[in-house]
């Protein structure tokens, strides 16, 4: 990719933020009626069941997961939706259908050609949010359901970046290009487009690594911790990870370690049952 070409689509993505135009296709019909039942204080299990069976691969994954050993560790088999979404609650609903949107998303018609780079940043989104999830669990009060999310959408920014292919061809065959880009663009980009999907202030600010930077004078831990801290975990290992401000902030030991990883591994299981 030229340098000229390069320079080009960095001024049209600074002027895309600038405008706050940065847009992703919307989610599926079903995930926008889930959410917006789940905003709703008098929606029921039976509302929320019969929303979820419209779609089939959605249904089948919410049962799934409430018959996984991380929700089901009696092994007591349910087969209605009713029931499952009685089991795993409302926001583990929430989170499962932003899972699905977001696993759509990554699968959109015309990036085929990069369908290999985008199952990457899939799975490891997945893996972020679960680690997020069971951290928050494990070593704060914070909401589990709010860190998974925000782990999973931490790198939406990237999917967005590799749609620019169809204008910037040059893109497929310059992995450093590629590389620059998501360095410095990835981040700002997911904080918008998070924003954009009414996601919370707090799971926007997990996104911004200035905002990461600046919690380091905090005493309370926040999902921004998580999430640095679950980063931590999957890049450098068990031995280094735990030792960081975030991780003390959030009250990390040693002790804790080998529990968060065994529900970690429990987690990604019953993750991967679902989404075969």
């Given amino acids: 990719m030229s340098q000229s070409e390069y320079f080009e689509l960095v001024q049209s993505l600074a002027a895309d933020l600038n405008k706050k135009d940065i847009k992703l296709p919307s989610f599926p019909d079903v995930v926008v009626r889930v959410r917006t039942a789940l905003d709703d204080p008098d929606t029921t299990s ?5 929303i979820l069976g419209v779609d089939a691969v959605l249904a089948s994954r919410v049962l799934i997961l409430a018959n996984s050993t991380y929700h089901n ?18 926001e583990k609903v929430r989170t499962a259908a932003i899972a699905y949107a977001v696993e759509q998303l990554h699968a959109s018609e015309g990036l085929e050609p990069l369908k290999d780079e985008l199952r990457a940043t899939w799975s490891a989104g997945m893996r972020l949010a679960a680690m997020s999830e069971v951290i928050a669990r494990h070593c704060t009060k914070l909401d589990g359901d709010s860190a998974f999310i925000a782990g999973l959408l931490h790198r939406i920014g990237v999917l967005y970046l590799y749609t620019k292919y169809h204008d910037y061809p040059a893109l497929l065959q310059d992995q450093e290009a590629r590389s620059n880009l998501i360095d410095e663009w990835a981040a700002p980009i997911g904080e918008s487009i998070v924003g954009n999907w009414n996601f919370s202030a707090e799971i926007q600010a997990t996104l911004n690594p200035d905002e990461v930077e600046t919690t380091r ?42 529990k968060i990883m065994e529900s970690y591994r429990e987690k990604l299981d019953s993750l991967a049952s679902a989404v075969r």
């Fill in 46 to 50: 039976t509302d929320l069941a019969s």
């Fill in 73 to 90: 560790p009696g092994g007591i088999k349910i087969e209605g939706l009713e029931a499952a979404v009685g089991r795993i609650g409302f």
């Fill in 217 to 258: 004078r905090r005493v309370e831990p926040n999902l921004a911790d998580i999430v640095t801290t679950a980063k931590h975990s999957l890049n450098g290992g068990e031995e280094d990870w735990h030792d960081t401000e975030e991780a003390k902030r959030l009250g990390l030991t040693d002790e804790k370690l080998p």
